[in-house]
């Protein structure tokens, strides 16, 4: 038994998966612009989110901001790349192609992009990960659509399971419990160069890559749930009801999402970050496309978006790479330089990276199909797939 998809024409893309896409590459952005304007980047956010400038009341507001985007937005966009396994994959059958075959080139290419992000210019990458799981669910694509549920189920179960033994852990040790102690001297974030973080994230390659491993279950089962989405019909006029319910638990997560970012502490945050927020995540999902359905992509927040989402790949590494220019020590060196202002500051930065960001994709898709790393990675999938004459029967 195989899974019915219906796709539209080749030549047609579905515009509410790409505003669905620009607004998850805007959302990474609202969490990620928190971990650049801290002075110890990564580190200090692993340590302590709020800094000791942050006065209360403006802390407070910090923790509020930072859990509106916490966690969801990269729930969404992990949902959305198993939407797209699922598109190639169904393209592949509907023009016997074998599968995964060409697709596991493309996870390669995917993978040496994530390299070339972490190691100059964020150490929170979230592409490498994506390759890796993309080429696992690309094989699990091949069972039964009773055994992908399961599989949903199972990889679900296991990461609620590690998680909510973590958050236990921690909030009953108090030890670690509180804020952690970060190293002495300057922060390399300030100190270094361009090329000194790049070594700085090499010598430092197993904490910052603890996160992909810790979550490995949760984006297998998020992956698979973006696909089964998909062919279930999310992004169609018969999938009312089907986005309708993903409100549903999404509004239900919602207010536990927000309590556990604002008040939850550092087991909290935890807690949000990777349980709350994927079930807010659905619910940001059925929200955004069934408004879609509504009011149609051709409004200018829809078309902005859409266009983000055309260039998803080259968006994620310019808002990354601006984030560093400014807040970084070979760049501006904000960070450092308005720590007592970090909220407001922060908050700016968003604003404006977000601006020229947008401005990016509205503009190169005047003149180009494609973004640059889009191109690149069209062009690298070409040379490494070549096929012999004929067409291969599709496994």
Same mark, same amino acid.
Not at 297 to 303: E, F, N, P, R
């Given at each position: ?69 916490? +966690?969801? %937005?990269? *729930?969404?966009?992990? /949902?959305?790349?198993?939407?797209? &396994? $699922?598109?190639?994959? @169904?393209? =592949? ?112 390659? +197993?904490? %910052?890559? *603890?996160?992909?491993? /810790?979550?490995?279950?949760?984006? &297998? $089962?998020?992956?698979? @749930?973006? =696909? ?168």
């Amino acid at each position: 038994m195989t899974n019915t998809i219906v796709l539209p024409p080749a030549s047609h893309r579905i515009a509410a998966l790409d505003v669905v896409r620009g607004l998850a590459i805007l959302g990474t952005l609202g969490t990620n612009i928190w971990v650049f304007s801290h002075p110890w980047g990564l580190l200090g956010m692993l340590s302590a989110p709020v800094t000791p400038e942050t006065g209360p009341a403006a802390g407070t507001i910090q923790l509020a901001l930072m859990a509106l985007t916490q +966690g969801k %937005f990269l *729930a969404l966009l992990t /949902l959305m790349f198993g939407a797209g &396994l $699922a598109i190639q994959h @169904a393209t =592949a059958r509907r023009r016997e192609q074998r599968w995964p075959g060409r697709y596991l080139w493309r996870a390669t290419l995917l993978l040496i992009d994530g390299a070339v992000n972490y190691v100059l210019i964020a150490e929170f990458d979230v592409l490498m990960g994506y390759a890796v799981t993309g080429a696992i669910v690309a094989w699990l694509l091949l069972t039964r659509p009773r055994a992908q549920r399961a599989m949903i189920a199972v990889f679900g179960a296991l990461h609620v399971l590690l998680i909510s033994a973590i958050v236990a852990f921690i909030a009953t040790t108090p030890a670690v419990s509180g804020d952690l102690p970060l190293p002495a001297g300057p922060s390399p974030y300030a100190a270094e160069s361009f090329l000194g973080l790049a070594v700085f994230r090499l010598d430092n390659v +197993g904490v %910052f890559r *603890a996160e992909p491993v /810790l979550i490995g279950f949760l984006t &297998l $089962a998020m992956f698979l @749930a973006g =696909a089964h989405l998909f062919q279930a019909g999310v992004f169609g006029e018969t999938g009312g009801r089907l986005r309708r319910r993903l409100m549903i638990i999404g509004a239900c997560a919602l207010p536990i999402d927000l309590l556990l970012g604002i008040a939850g502490g550092t087991a909290g945050l935890l807690a949000e970050r990777y349980l709350a927020a994927p079930l807010v995540a659905l619910g940001i999902l059925g929200a955004t496309v069934e408004l879609c359905r509504r009011f149609g992509t051709g409004g200018w927040i829809a078309s902005r978006l859409r266009e983000l989402g055309k260039v998803a790949l080259s968006a994620y590494l310019l808002q990354n790479l601006l984030g560093g220019a400014l807040f970084y020590g070979w760049g501006f060196g904000l960070a450092e330089l308005t720590a007592p202002w970090r909220v407001p500051v922060t908050v700016a930065a968003f604003v404006v990276i977000a601006a020229l960001v947008t401005g990016f994709a509205h503009f190169w898709l005047r003149r180009f199909a494609l973004g640059p790393v889009e191109w690149l990675w069209k062009r690298g999938a070409e040379l490494g797939t070549k096929q012999p004459e004929g067409r291969p029967s599709l496994r």
